[in-house]
């Protein structure tokens, strides 16, 4: 069972920066697809950003503004979102997929964005 722990939400300015983090329990973190997804009330889950051992994906909403990274010695996985806007605000999930296809999901943090 892999354990997915976020932290860095919160409340925020439109224009301010926030830095998320999520770390992982297991050993071969390398392996993992890493992503980070986000809800908004009423509305499905939504993929923002996706990093595996080389490559990073962005959803257009976000690209140019947030950066996803990892630290594979630390088992740990980043979101830098800077210039945030209001509709930013929602809850931001880690996940985690092996490389037999199971994911793996995090409590959730959320971010709201607001002056």
């Known amino acids: 069972q892999v354990q997915l722990v976020e932290s860095g939400g919160g409340l925020v300015q439109p224009g301010g920066s926030l830095r998320l983090s999520c770390v992982t329990s297991?050993?071969?973190?390398?392996?993992?697809?890493m992503g980070w997804y986000r809800q908004f009330p009423g509305k499905q889950r939504e993929l923002v950003a996706r990093i595996t051992s080389g490559d990073t994906t962005y959803a257009a909403s976000v690209k140019g503004r947030f950066t996803i990274s990892r630290d594979n010695a630390k088992n740990t996985m980043f979101l830098q979102m800077d210039s945030l806007k209001p509709e930013d605000t929602a809850v931001y999930y880690c996940n985690a997929g092996t490389i037999f296809g199971i994911q793996y999901w995090g409590q959730g943090t959320q971010v709201t964005v607001s002056s």
């Open positions: 297991g050993s071969i973190f390398s392996t993992y697809t």
